[in-house]
Every structure is written in C-alpha cells, then in structure tokens.
C-alpha cells in the first residue's frame, strides 16, 4: 500500500497543474491503518496477489442500490490482509482455488455526467497461477 500512496502522491505533484477542476478525483482509502485522502492517478505497473475465494461485500448496482456480492479480495504481495475489490480487473478471468500474482496497471477514468474520477485496473502480466 505504501508503494501505492507513494505513486498516487507522486502523481499527484506531476499532475496538478493537469487537473479538472469540476472531477472529483479524490478517494480515502486505509493506508497503514490510517485513513488519508489520495488522487486518483494512472500507474503503469504494480503488483497484487488475488485470494483463492471471493468474499462477500456490498456493491452499487446499475439502479444506484446497495447490494451484497461476491468480490475478490487482494493484497500487496508483502501484506498480511486482504480487502476486498470493489470492482473488476479488465482482461482477467478469475478461476477459484487458485491463488495469483498479478502485474496490474491503474487508469483514472472520468465520468463526466457524474463528474467523478473512478480508478480501473487492467491486467499487464498473470505472474503466477497456483492451485490450492
């Protein structure tokens, strides 16, 4: 997470002087058990580990309401917990029991009826597929 936060300041600071000023491009996420404020920003490369079983979790449905779902859960190679991805990886096609190593890459893309930045991720590279 801390690579993350890393790369979102650092786009931030090259991005600034770039932003629309009628997006909200601001998200708060947990970073090190701190809830903080981060950009919205395109990073070209990280890596994520994908649990083997999904987990419930509560998604937006087309309608605007709140339902529960399967969602995947991730992590930081080197962290001890998962969250849960509230959304899909493009190019990717999740198998369950199996665990992955995922080389991703992050686009900020604007929806300019909501006036919001969301952040998509799409797969780069499966580095690793192993059964459990």
């Known amino acids: 997470m801390k690579k ?3 790369a979102a300041l650092m786009g931030t600071v ?3 002087g770039c932003s629309t000023a009628a997006l909200d491009d601001q998200r708060t996420m947990v970073v090190d058990g701190e809830r903080m404020n981060v ?27 709140v339902v529960e779902a399967q969602c ?3 992590r930081e190679t080197f962290r001890k917990n998962y ?5 899909d990886i493009q190019g990717f096609t999740y198998e369950p029991n199996y665990r992955y190593v995922l ?14 930045v969301e952040p998509v991720w799409i797969l780069n590279e499966v580095i690793s597929k192993t059964a459990e």
């Open 14 to 16: 090259a991005l600034a």
């Open 83 to 87: 969250n849960t991805l509230n959304g």
């Open 72 to 74: 995947l859960q991730y």
């Open 103 to 116: 080389n991703l890459r992050q686009e900020a893309v604007a929806d300019t009826q909501s006036g919001v």
């Open 39 to 65: 950009k919205v920003v395109n990073i070209p490369s990280f890596d994520v580990e994908i649990a083997p079983r999904k987990a419930l979790c509560d998604r937006v449905n087309t309608r605007g309401e």
């Open 4 to 6: 993350l936060a890393i």
